[in-house]
């Protein structure tokens, strides 16, 4: 038996050694040596392009910003004007010449031009801009050749571990291919845009990656790489990039001639499980967003969804978090019906929530040109719409700073995108007429009342 035995381990021994031996082995022909990204890079090289913004800025002396001073010493007429640049790679996704780039590196832009792989160079044009994924299409101007464009990967489909190459210009380099692997899905603790869904990869991103491909081994576009997390301003193996189908609806809406996303609206405010909730439900884990608030009439409110609901699938894919949740919605396609489970009283319930826009009624939107402390601001009435853009509370009413124009004075004196304006000088603000009407007269100061992140502020300005 003892031999029997002996023989069996040393036939087992010697299997576990052949099986090494087959993992750890010397090449057998020249064309293994030759395993390479190289077919893949070469497919998709040509469609990812460079992207060159500048724009004009006054240097403009900070003693003007004083009142005192410019009392005293009134205004120069002309200011030294110097041009600021911005460097960023984008990735062509129609053969007619859309390019998608980050929102942040045209965002302010004179200029845009758009460089080949081949190093030929077009002037482009903003055709739609989207500040909430950062996102941004251009189309490239007098040209109607046909050019390489990359496919659109379905980014729900990538697991951590999949094998990606990231493509794009860093640093100004020119063109280049960095490889590695996803890290992490679904990361939603980012803090980049509104819409926290990134892709996460240790493939080497550097400043001047923002905008260019990451595709994965099918040579489709997997996302568009957009920020780093870095203590150094270098690559530290954390990369975070847009999922190509969030990519997809972007671009979707400036092929249909928009010049805004359009998105399904819920008409609901969602809040995060935390374990303190979780305990309160009886929830083994704080999964899931919570509905806090239901604005009438809304799609959220047709389909029955209710204050305390918890959110727990859409289409039959687990929500994790409000941020999740935002991200699945936000891509589903407008039109149809969106299913989606909740937990209530300890039972599930199945919803259909009806996938429409958000209504934009009497947006009303302004620059204020007069000077004042608003001169520079652009500012709109609440409707649904804009609630929804500024991701305040549905049913807040009244005029809202919705964009800031770089040296004006508004940005100047700390007015924010999101700001409410409520009263100046004790004057009620309910419609954007009525700020624009404030904001002519002249005064020595300025008393204003504003909102900002749910608070309500008074500010003192001179004049």
Excluded at 387 to 401: F, H, M
Excluded at 426 to 438: H, P, Q, R
Aim: glycine share 10%.
């Amino acid at each position: 038996m003892n031999l029997i035995r002996s023989l069996a381990l040393l036939l087992i021994s010697l299997v576990a050694t052949q099986a090494q031996a087959q993992d750890r082995r010397v090449p057998s022909s020249g064309a293994e040596l030759r395993l390479s990204y190289a077919p893949i890079v070469q497919r998709v090289q040509p469609a990812v392009v460079n992207v060159y913004a500048a724009k004009t800025v006054q240097n403009r002396n900070p003693l003007l910003d004083d009142p005192i001073f410019r009392r005293f010493f009134g205004v120069p007429g002309q200011q030294p004007e110097q041009m600021q640049r911005s460097l960023g790679s984008g990735v062509m996704v129609d053969a007619s010449g859309l390019v998608v780039t980050n929102n942040h590196v045209i965002e302010g832009a004179d200029q845009v031009k758009v460089s080949l792989a081949d190093k030929r160079e077009f002037e482009a044009e903003i055709v739609l801009k989207d500040s909430r994924t950062d996102l941004a299409i251009l189309r490239l101007k007098d040209t109607k050749e046909k050019f390489a464009t990359l496919d659109f990967a379905n980014s729900d489909e990538l697991l951590v571990g999949d094998v990606v190459l990231a493509i794009g210009n860093p640093f100004g380099v020119g063109q280049t291919v960095t490889h590695g692997i996803i890290s992490a899905l679904a990361r939603t603790q980012v803090g980049i845009t509104d819409y926290q869904f990134f892709i996460q990869t240790d493939a080497a991103i550097n400043p001047g990656n923002s905008g260019g491909a990451l595709v994965d081994m099918t040579g489709k576009l997997a996302g568009i790489n957009t920020a780093i997390f870095s203590r150094s301003g270098g690559s530290q193996g954390i990369g975070f990039a847009i999922p190509a189908n969030m990519v997809r609806v972007v671009v979707a809406s400036a092929k249909s001639g928009g010049k805004a996303v359009k998105r399904p609206w819920l008409g609901a405010r969602l809040q995060a499980v935390t374990p303190e909730i979780a305990e309160t439900l009886g929830l083994k884990l704080p999964n899931g967003a919570l509905v806090a608030n239901v604005a009438p009439n809304s799609p959220a409110a047709r389909a029955g969804l209710k204050l305390s609901d918890l959110i727990v699938a859409i289409e039959g894919q687990a929500i994790d978090d409000p941020n999740a949740f935002d991200y699945r919605f936000a891509t589903r396609p407008l039109g149809g019906n969106a299913q989606i489970d909740v937990q209530r009283a300890g039972k599930t319930v199945k919803l259909t929530v009806p996938l429409e826009t958000a209504p934009d009624t009497n947006r009303d939107e302004i620059t204020l040109s007069a000077r004042s402390p608003f001169q520079g601001a652009r500012v709109a009435n609440i409707s649904p719409a804009v609630a929804d853009e500024l991701r305040l509370d549905s049913q807040t009413e009244g005029v809202v700073v919705i964009d800031l124009e770089d040296g004006g004075t508004a940005a100047s004196v700390g007015f924010q995108k999101g700001d409410i304006i409520l009263a100046v000088n004790n004057t009620k603000i309910a419609k954007t007429s009525d700020l624009d009407k404030a904001s002519k007269v002249s005064s020595r100061l300025w008393r204003i009342t504003v909102v900002r992140g749910g608070q309500q502020i008074n500010v003192t300005l001179g004049g």
